[in-house]
């Protein structure tokens, strides 16, 4: 037993000290440029690497993704209203999403808070084959995030804590802030702005019984239409 327990600290270890180097990297000025090859989603690069080999070594040992909500939901209605109300909770979370960000940019343009991706994205206006590359990434990267955030890390914040009511509004909280630290190369407003998404993806997690496609699908969505709209210039 005690083997198998410092197999798994190893290869949790290992997960997160890989994500520190990758991150270190990308903030050096002498490697940052590693990055570039993939163009808007090189930066997300680290974390890819994370969620993968995080959930190499949650499934070596022994756990299901489904343990964490990546799973068909389990609601206890026929399939096709299930899919309904998968569809319909993704929506309400893409509006509350999008309605949360509509209310701050006011308050952000007035204090000159800005952004540090814009320049990023303006590489997508009209270029249609740039578009075609980087959404299906963006897709894996709102899976990897929703798993990672919403999957592991709350239900371990919760399990620490206790496991009851108080414990998931405080990992709900947690993970929300971590969140949107996490989105530190996207300044100040982009953290704030996924702070806020983490609230809502993470509130959402827990009443539909933890599982994962409502907010996979709401995530996806919204930043479908962030990528059309700079696409189109909107």
Not at 40 to 54: E, K, Q
Not at 83 to 89: G, R, Y
Not at 166 to 171: E, K, N, Q, V
Request: aromatic content about 10%.
């Amino acid at each position: 037993m005690d083997q198998k327990s410092n197999r798994q600290k190893l290869m949790y270890g290992t997960s997160f000290l890989c994500l520190f180097i990758l991150l270190a990297l990308r903030e050096s000025e002498s490697f940052r440029h590693i990055y570039e090859f993939l163009p808007i989603m090189g930066t997300a690069v680290p974390f890819i690497v994370f969620a993968l080999m995080l959930t190499f070594a949650h499934i070596s040992s022994g756990r299901k993704l489904s343990d964490v909500g990546l799973k068909y939901p389990d609601w206890g209605k026929p399939a096709l209203q299930v899919i309904l109300i998968v569809i319909v909770v993704a929506i309400m979370l893409a509006i509350a999403r999008i309605g949360s960000a509509a209310m701050l940019s006011p308050l952000f343009n007035i204090l000159g808070v800005e952004g540090q991706n814009a320049n990023r994205m303006a590489q997508l206006a009209g270029n249609t084959g740039l578009l075609m590359l980087v959404l299906p990434i963006m897709w894996m990267v709102v899976v990897c995030e929703e798993l990672v955030i919403r999957g592991y890390l709350m239900n371990y914040i919760a399990d620490r804590l206790g496991g009851k009511k108080s414990a998931w509004i405080a990992a709900i909280i947690i993970s929300a802030l971590i969140f949107g630290l996490g989105h530190f190369p996207n300044g100040i407003r982009g953290m704030i702005g996924s702070g806020i998404g983490g609230l809502i993806y993470g509130l959402a997690y827990v009443l539909c019984k933890r599982n994962l496609w409502p907010g996979i699908i709401g995530h996806a969505a919204v930043n479908t239409l962030g990528f059309l709209s700079a696409y189109y210039q909107v």
